[in-house]
């Protein structure tokens, strides 16, 4: 009986498993840096006067998009070059790299959804905090939360590799170009919204912008950014 051969990962698995060996920037970083936020956070709020509001909002939760921007950054500056040079093709690559943040990010959704719950029932901690509560965006049933969470994490990700990618290809006026070329489009359509609706409208609209509309907004730039960088890393020479 001829002894059967172990099956090879798919590309994806192949990227994701060596993506984790460096399991301090994956796994520990985003947690940390949520945890020491909530503590400042806290620590901040029982220094502070109440003032009399129902909520505290604070801003903590922000950290963690931040380092999940810089984890993406470094998924491209520091690993891509030696996958490559593994025989990983670009598209295995980078599937396999968001792939591995959806399930990330998929956990991170699941921790803010359970984290609102708490927080509602505690009363905010037992000091009216807002840490997993975020108005307009992280504020509306657990399961809208839990993939809004999920959307941001994977788009904070897939943005900070786009940028990897981009400074790759094109060196640092290249990335410097990019980054105000972004600028220059928002700030064109905030002009051109408020030329045709006025800036009573477009205030109103921010207003009164529900959960599920951001919710959306989030799904359709991910998708934009998906593309954006899956078209980039083909084209990329390393």
Excluded: C, N
């Excluded at 295995?92 to 984290?115: E, I, K, N, Q, R």
């Amino acid at each position: 009986m001829r002894p059967t051969r172990p099956t090879r990962p798919t590309p994806i698995v192949a990227v994701a498993r060596y993506l984790l060996l460096d399991r301090v920037t994956y796994l520990v970083m985003p947690w940390t840096w949520a945890a020491f936020a909530f503590v400042i956070d806290v620590v901040v709020l029982r220094l502070t006067p109440a003032g009399g509001t129902d909520h505290r909002w604070v801003g903590g939760l922000a950290a963690v998009f931040v380092v999940v921007f810089v984890v993406g950054l470094q998924s491209v500056a520091r690993a891509l070059p030696f996958a490559l040079s593994l025989g990983i093709s670009r598209r295995g690559y980078f599937l396999g790299a968001t792939s591995l943040a959806l399930a990330l990010a998929v956990a991170f959704g699941l921790v803010v959804a359970v984290g609102q719950a708490v927080e509602r029932k505690t009363g905010g901690w037992g000091m009216d905090m807002g840490y997993f509560r975020i108005p307009y965006l992280l504020d509306g049933p657990w399961y809208l939360s839990w993939l809004t969470a999920t959307l941001a994490f994977v788009l904070m990700f897939v943005y900070g590799m786009w940028y990897g990618l981009v400074h790759r290809r094109a060196g640092a006026v290249g990335t410097v170009v990019f980054g105000a070329a972004q600028l220059s489009v928002l700030a064109l359509a905030a002009v051109v919204a408020t030329w045709v609706h006025g800036w009573a409208d477009v205030g109103h609209f921010f207003v009164t912008v529900t959960a599920a509309g951001v919710t959306g907004v989030l799904g359709a730039v991910v998708a934009l950014l998906l593309a954006g960088g899956f078209a980039t890393i083909r084209r990329l020479s390393v």
